[in-house]
């Protein structure tokens, strides 16, 4: 389960949310965990993540209509699930899948799509049937809802192009990856974002040499075959 933390990355803040009495815990929460996760060895990870999902729980309980904090809740379960059993962390997922399902129909637009970008994550990361829940066909179908939303998004964008990767799918892959090298970045979330546009420039790269070596496989293929013509 240790692929699923990816599906933690900063989700961008909604403008509905500035309205909210709930914002600044909103940000506390996305600037923890970027600190945790960017800055912390796995030790103090998994020591401090139990106590931030404690908190979104109660920030969700005390506001049922704040779909943000829905999400963050769902986010940071799906987080911790890389330290715990296989089993439990089965578990927690498809916690963190019913939540974002609960986030996504009532309001989809919160947090700019984030309860669709993560859900999509969850979907091609996760084992497919009968192990749990991963179907690629619907996690398509929710980063492309997502992107419609919000078509800046660095989340959705990098997520989606990582998805694509997974297609072997490289030629869109890296239009999506630059898509989220090139998105705004927060400038209440600038050193998360910083950390995520770098994550994005390395993937280009990495998907770039992928294609350069696809190519190069390609011709030394004809090569070989002519030749032994």
Request: aromatic content about 10%; charged content about 20%; glycine content about 2%.
């Amino acid at each position: 389960m240790n692929k699923t933390t990816v599906v933690a990355f900063l989700i961008l803040a909604s403008n509905n949310l500035f309205a909210s009495n709930i914002l600044p815990e909103i940000n506390e929460i996305e600037s923890n965990w970027a600190n945790i996760y960017y800055s912390e060895n796995t030790t103090q990870q998994k020591k401090h993540y139990p106590a931030l999902i404690e908190k979104t729980k109660k920030l969700s309980e005390s506001h049922p209509e704040a779909m943000e904090a829905v999400i963050w809740h769902a986010i940071l379960i799906a987080t911790n699930a890389a330290y715990e059993s296989p089993f439990t962390a089965l578990e927690s997922i498809n916690t963190a899948k019913r939540l974002l399902e609960r986030s996504i129909t009532i309001k989809p637009d919160a947090l700019e799509g984030a309860g669709l970008v993560v859900l999509g994550t969850l979907y091609y990361m996760t084992p497919g049937w009968p192990i749990s829940f991963g179907n690629q066909d619907k996690a398509e179908s929710l980063f492309r809802r997502a992107l419609q939303i919000n078509p800046d998004s660095i989340d959705s964008n990098y997520f989606y192009a990582d998805f694509l990767l997974t297609q072997d799918d490289l030629k869109n892959a890296q239009i999506y990856f630059k898509r989220a090298v090139q998105s705004p970045t927060r400038p209440h979330q600038k050193f998360a974002d910083t950390q995520l546009k770098k994550e994005a420039l390395l993937a280009l790269k990495n998907t770039e040499f992928r294609k350069l070596e696809t190519g190069k496989n390609k011709f030394l293929s004809l090569f070989s075959s002519a030749n032994s013509q």
